[in-house]
């Protein structure tokens, strides 16, 4: 049974059609790359799937359960959509951390914050509970290997850093989807080795993500499953070693080459 | 020397300009009491969406007709405000606050006798007048915090109102601080020009002294006295802001 099934999702800005018949499913456990070309309409279907953006047709479905469709108004109302949110976990190319918190604080504060709505009706035990949230804090910290920054703020950590902690504030919500876009691309080519080695061993451990990436290798290595896109629409998709390495279509070979040359 | 500072002149001055003093610090506390929250609203209210044809607009529209549609009266109303009263001198919107209402209204002035009217009507001019140059500050403050940080809080599951007072508010403040801080400086010293409806404030009551006020005339060094109490206010208030900035520089 797959985690995530996204149907027919269709999204027009204007008379600009941006995404078009986008359909695709993910096991729970699996690594999804997502490679094409700038304006290709990468960032905007993440955006989707974490309600960021709303589409204007098709249905994304969690563990069989429809939590969007463009055609039924039931599933789109806003009340529910900071809970369905819940289920994506979303990483930004340029991190936006809260530069006003740490490390640990920037981990921890949407924890503290659903702890704080629980407790609002039953007091007690709310001091456990923070030092519970903090040592969770800790450990997802301690799982990027920042057990030595956790008190730092944002502009004194490296963009490496930085976007590791992005990663273990994503992951504190457990999403059953974690979705990054170009995770590596604000970063200096020195610093990107640390963040992908991060990744990879999030897959090792069958986190469900979706990488929107641009470094090939990487996507054949990590991912099960690749998906090329092109002008807002899939041009391919299939296991990452077949669609990297030998790619059925023509656009596909197209864009792949170039990043052959360098 | 020393003998003057004992001088019953002397003392009789210093208790005139404690008293006008008095009456400047009131103005101003009132003043920004008043404009801080009142500037917010205003802010808001200009950046308000609001568009109550909005439904008619439509692809592919001539943009005549797209502007007509998608106007939004609130923001326009509070833009159109902030234009009015930045684009004009503050001394006139006092006059004009205080002198015209009993010009026109058949029951004359609405303003109580005496010194408290006066303040009243001052503290009005000023909340409206301070008011404008806040939201301004405010509105820059405000669109300044990168739309990231707001699309970071949706993404962990944050309220509306969560993202504000937790992510946005803080950074606003520290980006605001410089601005305001000038502003409210400024404050400080524009209360003088109520003086232009006789409040009685520091100038007013070193300015007495030339005239003639408890029992003595012709004096001018009240006057130049009263610039005294503005630098030592002032320079508290610098001190106060330096403060703040420096408690908020741990992040970025
Ligand atoms: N808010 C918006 N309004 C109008 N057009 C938009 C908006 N957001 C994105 N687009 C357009 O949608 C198209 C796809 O953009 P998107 O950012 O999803 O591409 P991308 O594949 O992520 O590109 P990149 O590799 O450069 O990040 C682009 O043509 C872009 O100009
Ligand atoms: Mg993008």
Known sequence: ????????????????????????????????????????????????????EKPNGGTIAVRDKVIFDAADPATQRPADIR??????????QNFNLFPQYT?????????????????????????????????????????????????????????????????????????DVLCFDEPTSALDPELTGEVLKV???????????????????????????????DGGVIVEQGPAQQVIEHPAQERTRQFLSRYAEN | MLSFFSSDVFRTVVGALNTGFLQT??????????????????SFGSMSRWAPLGFLCAEGQHPVLR??????????????????????????????????PGMILDSGSPWPGGESGRFLAAAIAFILNYACYFSEIYRGGIQSVPLGQQEAG???????SQIFFKVTLLQMVKRIIPPMSNEIITLVKDTSIARIISLQEVIWAGYAFMKGSHGYSGLWWPLLFTGIYYLI????????????????????
């Not at chain 1, 809970?83 to 930004?92: D, I, N, P, S, T």
């Not at chain 1, 990879?200 to 896109?229: K, W």
């Not at chain 2, 506390?29 to 917010?40: F, M, S």
């Open chain 2, 67 to 100: 502007a007509i549609w998608g106007f939004r009266p609130v923001s326009a109303l509070c833009r159109l405000l902030v234009w009015v009263i930045r684009g004009t001198p503050l001394m006139l919107q006092l006059i004009i606050i205080f002198f015209i």
């Open chain 2, 154 to 160: 949706l993404v962990l599951g944050m309220t509306r």
């Open chain 2, 25 to 42: 610090l009131r103005l101003f506390a009132v003043t920004l009491a008043g404009a801080i929250p009142l500037g917010l609203l205003i």
């Open chain 1, 199 to 229: 990744i990879r061993g999030l897959a090792q451990q069958h986190t469900t993500m979706i990488i929107v990436t641009h470094e090939m290798a990487f996507a054949r290595d990590v991912a099960d499953q690749v998906i090329f896109m």
């Open chain 1, 103 to 175: 490390a640990l604080q920037n981990v921890t504060l949407s924890l503290h914050l659903r702890d704080k709505e629980d407790a609002a009706g039953r007091r007690a035990g709310k001091d456990r509970h923070k030092a519970a949230i903090d040592q969770r804090g800790l450990e997802l910290l301690a799982q990027m290997g920042l057990s030595d920054r956790a008190g730092h703020y944002p502009h004194q950590l490296s963009g490496g850093q930085q976007q590791r902690v992005a990663i273990a504030r994503a992951l504190a919500l457990q999403p």
């Open chain 2, 233 to 252: 206010f002032n320079g508290a208030l610098t001190l106060f802001f330096g403060w703040v900035e420096r408690r908020l520089d741990y992040f970025r």
């Open chain 1, 83 to 92: 809970e369905k949110r819940l289920h994506f976990g979303l990483v930004f």
């Open chain 1, 1 to 52: 049974m797959p985690i995530l099934d996204v149907h027919n999702i269709e999204k027009h800005f204007g008379a600009t059609r941006v995404l078009d018949d986008i359909s695709f499913s993910l096991e729970a456990g699996q690594a999804l790359a997502i490679i094409g070309s700038s304006g290709s309409g990468k960032t905007t279907l993440l955006r989707c799937l974490n309600f960021l």
